[in-house]
């Protein structure tokens, strides 16, 4: 079945600084990789994410890339702010296993002001 | 429009007790995922439903059930309750089979004693 490994579990960047966080995939097969902002008491919100016949994603301050041959996608944050302070969460699914979500292990975010 | 809106909030059983944890989706969505959440493992895959049918499963014991209404609501059930058990669990709705585009509630923290 698919795994998905994130890294790294926590980063500490300084407000106005990016922050990039990776993740990589086993399953060939998968084909859509959302990622998700936990925040303190709350579920997961998905925040932005992309298909596999796309290798680049923007949202504002927020970016996706993809490299299918590599099987690895990153999260990019520019200008980072206080509020960004989260655990972020990628994950990948394939259409054909149902779309179950196969979550990372998740990258605690610290923004310091 | 409502969020997904998950009951309770908070639930402290003891050991061998039985739990059942309610999910009401976006109004629309009839798709329903719920996942578990703890420190060590992550977010874990449970199950998924789509009109009222069981259309995946993780790799947890029987204890753990669900079942989803002609509403779309759904009900998650743990059974003999163990201490491994406590975690936040975390329902899940999305528009169609796809599971693209997941929207998470808050979630049920349960406490097993």
């Known amino acids: 079945g698919e795994n998905v490994e994130q890294h790294p579990s926590t980063l500490s960047v300084q407000e106005g ?3 990039v966080i990776k993740c990589t995939y086993s399953d060939s097969a998968s ?8 925040e303190l008491g709350k579920g997961p919100q998905l925040i932005i994410d992309i ?45 054909n296993q149902g779309g179950k979500l196969i979550f990372g292990q998740g990258t605690e975010l610290s923004v310091k002001p | 429009k409502a969020g997904v809106t ?34 060590g493992q992550g977010l874990q895959f ?7 049918t069981q259309r995946n499963k993780g790799n947890f014991p029987g204890r753990f059930s669900g079942r989803q209404f002609s509403n779309s ?34 979630g049920t923290q349960l406490s097993v004693l």
């Open chain 1, 51 to 95: 298909r596999s016949n796309v290798g680049e994603k923007k949202d504002q301050r927020i970016a996706v890339t993809l490299n299918k041959t590599a099987k690895h996608f990153s999260l990019h944050i520019t200008e980072t702010q206080p509020e960004d302070s989260a655990v972020y969460f990628c994950a990948a699914s394939s259409y």
């Open chain 2, 6 to 39: 998950q009951t309770p909030r908070y639930l402290i059983k003891t050991r061998g007790q039985q739990v059942t944890l309610s999910c009401s989706p976006i109004s629309g969505h009839r798709s329903v995922s719920w996942y578990q959440q703890t420190p």
């Open chain 1, 17 to 19: 600084d990016s922050a």
């Open chain 1, 31 to 38: 084909n859509y990789f959302p990622w998700y902002k936990q």
């Open chain 2, 46 to 52: 449970l199950f998924e439903y789509f009109s009222e």
């Open chain 2, 73 to 106: 609501r759904s009900e998650m059930n743990v059974s003999t309750l163990e201490l491994g058990d406590s975690a936040l669990y975390l329902c899940a709705s999305s528009l169609d089979r796809s599971n693209e585009k997941l929207f998470f509630g808050s």
